[in-house]
């Protein structure tokens, strides 16, 4: 079957949207909308896995979706919406969990890390995300997701569950009169230069809102001023910039600045070496810190004036809640009839 060509993409509305979650996923959102019917998510059902706090859990919500819009993202073009206010995703993930085998949960990598020795007191939701995850995508039968490095495990067990829910089901889908290939076998889309953001304080370490400190990352919520300061202040080496990509290997915080700013300048490593390979941090930081604000600044002051307006927001999410749900209904009526439920 040949499925027409669909993104879906999904982010958890944690709070604290940071320089990664930018250049990592949302940046690659506005894009797509040229050549994929896009379907973006603020997926706040998986937020709770973890308890959150009932009002900043609204107020993240509208955060997400405000850097949608404010990085480019057209409500028109793309449908923008909340999980929750799709039903039919909780649906159609209990008929995954189905399907899915508890070893392959316990095999996810990120339910490892964030359970860590306390596994046996985590909540269910956390163990079965990644089944839910796979009826994000697969509700609207999207051929593509754009993942990082954290997310590939995941969209692989997407793939796993959609080729054994159209073999499990291969008779019924027959009888229905349906396609065999029910559910697409999605395809990743792979980030560019930079996809794994580093902290600005320690190379090693991932971005994270959850660092203590906060000199470790750009907020996208950061004026300029910050923004600058933020990226000045930045851990480095004492030694200059390299000539050679190869030769940033063992300098992870110079790795970084300069995937940073091949990621918002959309050059390679190698082109910003050849720029600046040779140089001090001196000539380098300054120019970064205003290539980073002139490509920011804005989109934060965007994203500060729509959070604000609470009413817009809201009228986008529930107006993309009503367009997915339309397609998602759809897809559940045909899994319905399969799976041999009596409506």
Known sequence: MAFSPRVFSGIQPSGDLHLGNYLGAIRRFVPLQDTHETIYCVVDMHAITVWQEPNDLRRATREVAAAFIAAGVDPKRSIVF??????QHAELAWVFNCVARIGWMNR????????????????????????????????Y???????????????ELTRDIAAKFNNDY????AEQGLDPDFFPITEPLIAGPATRIMSLRDGTKKMSKSDPSDQSRI????????ISKKIKKATTDPAELPVEVEDLKGRPEA??????????SDKTK???LAEFGG???????????????????????????????TTTIDGILRDGGERAAAIAEKTMNEVRRIVGFIR
């Open 255 to 264: 790795d970084n600045l300069v995937g940073i700013y091949a990621a918002l």
């Open 141 to 155: 039968k999207a051929t593509a997701v754009p993942v990082g490095d954290d997310q590939k495990q995941h969209l």
């Open 108 to 139: 996810m990598t990120q339910f490892k890390d964030k359970a860590g020795k306390n596994s046996e007191n985590v909540s269910l939701g956390l163990l079965a995300y990644p089944s839910l995850m796979a009826a994000d995508i697969l509700l």
């Open 82 to 87: 909340n999980q929750s206010q799709v039903m």
């Open 219 to 226: 907020s996208l919520l950061d004026d300029a001023d910050a």
């Open 170 to 173: 291969a008779a019924s889908i």
């Open 270 to 272: 190698a082109e910003v």
């Open 279 to 309: 140089q001090g941090w001196g000539k380098f930081k300054p120019a970064l810190a205003d290539l980073a604000v002139a490509q920011l600044a804005p989109m934060s002051g965007e994203m500060r004036r729509l959070i604000e307006d």
